[in-house]
């Protein structure tokens, strides 16, 4: 049984022959993309022995051995093959950044389905960075936190920077969920903030840039 942020990235995989997810820890969502049938072989990768491990026992569990490759492998390392859509999730922003920076040469044009747990901005620098743009950028609300789950096919896009920092996508509507986002986001900078107040040495850079980011979100709410 899939959570929201894996069910939400399930749903903007595209169908393929081949498929790959990157940092597949688990293997729940390679998994369920090949029960479903959107794609027909999965790449499960991961950097971690163990980790894969655990994935390798998934595949048992569910008798997909014969559809599934496990390697053991740096990010986009585990491209052996062209895969038609490859997924980065479950790591921070600067992670997944590096990720495609380092191996974009792999993907061959595959569509990507990313989910970071911090610095969105780095991610979304990246993708345009190397020659991809955002086609769907869908939030969620699992385990008690919001995430930001995007699709990106291939194609260069010019962002702004209000664009890399708070989305291309995400603020063009305002929705419910989007409301509590916005409001979780300000009260996240919030306690960051007062971290940064009560260090010893003040960053004054980093505590500008909360200030910018959360009156930009009260901004948005008061549209």
Same mark, same amino acid.
């Given at each position: 049984?899939?959570?929201?942020?894996?069910?939400?990235?399930?749903?903007?995989?595209?169908?393929?022959?081949?498929?790959?997810?990157?940092?597949?820890?688990?293997?729940?969502?390679?998994?369920?993309?090949?029960?479903?049938?959107?794609?027909?072989?999965?790449?499960?990768?991961?950097?971690?022995?163990?980790?894969?491990?655990?994935?390798?026992?998934?595949? &048992? !569990?569910?008798?997909?051995?014969? *559809? /599934?490759?496990?390697?053991? %492998?740096?990010?986009? +390392? $585990?491209?052996?093959?062209?895969?038609?859509?490859?997924?980065?999730?479950?790591?921070?922003?600067?992670?997944?950044?590096?990720?495609?920076?380092?191996?974009?040469?792999?993907?061959?044009?595959?569509?990507?389905?990313?989910?970071?747990?911090?610095?969105?901005?780095?991610?979304?620098?990246?993708?345009?960075?190397?020659?991809?743009?955002?086609?769907?950028?869908?939030?969620?609300?699992?385990? &008690? !936190?919001?995430?930001?789950?995007? *699709? /990106?096919?291939?194609?260069? %896009?010019?962002?702004? +920077? $209000?664009?890399?920092?708070?989305?291309?996508?995400?603020?063009?509507?305002?929705?419910?969920?989007?409301?509590?986002?916005?409001?979780?986001?300000?009260?996240?900078?919030?306690?960051?903030?007062?971290?940064?107040?009560?260090?010893?040495?003040?960053?004054?850079?980093?505590?500008?840039?909360?200030?910018?980011?959360?009156?930009?979100?009260?901004?948005?709410?008061?549209?």
């Amino acid at each position: 049984m899939l959570d929201e942020r894996l069910s939400l990235a399930a749903s903007l995989y595209e169908p393929c022959d081949t498929g790959a997810d990157i940092g597949t820890d688990h293997g729940l969502l390679p998994c369920h993309v090949l029960k479903e049938n959107i794609c027909r072989r999965m790449i499960f990768a991961d950097v971690s022995p163990k980790a894969l491990r655990h994935a390798e026992e998934q595949v &048992g !569990r569910q008798d997909l051995a014969g *559809r /599934a490759r496990l390697i053991c %492998a740096d990010g986009l +390392d $585990a491209l052996v093959e062209k895969c038609g859509c490859v997924s980065v999730m479950g790591m921070g922003g600067e992670t997944i950044a590096s990720i495609l920076t380092r191996g974009h040469t792999k993907l061959q044009g595959a569509v990507l389905v990313l989910s970071a747990h911090t610095d969105l901005h780095l991610v979304r620098q990246a993708v345009r960075d190397i020659g991809y743009h955002i086609v769907r950028e869908e939030l969620c609300r699992a385990a &008690g !936190r919001f995430y930001v789950v995007w *699709r /990106a096919e291939p194609g260069a %896009a010019a962002l702004t +920077d $209000a664009e890399i920092r708070f989305g291309p996508l995400l603020m063009k509507n305002m929705t419910p969920m989007l409301k509590e986002y916005i409001t979780w986001r300000i009260a996240v900078l919030g306690e960051r903030q007062r971290g940064l107040l009560a260090a010893r040495e003040l960053d004054v850079s980093a505590i500008r840039a909360i200030r910018r980011d959360i009156a930009f979100y009260q901004a948005k709410l008061e549209e």
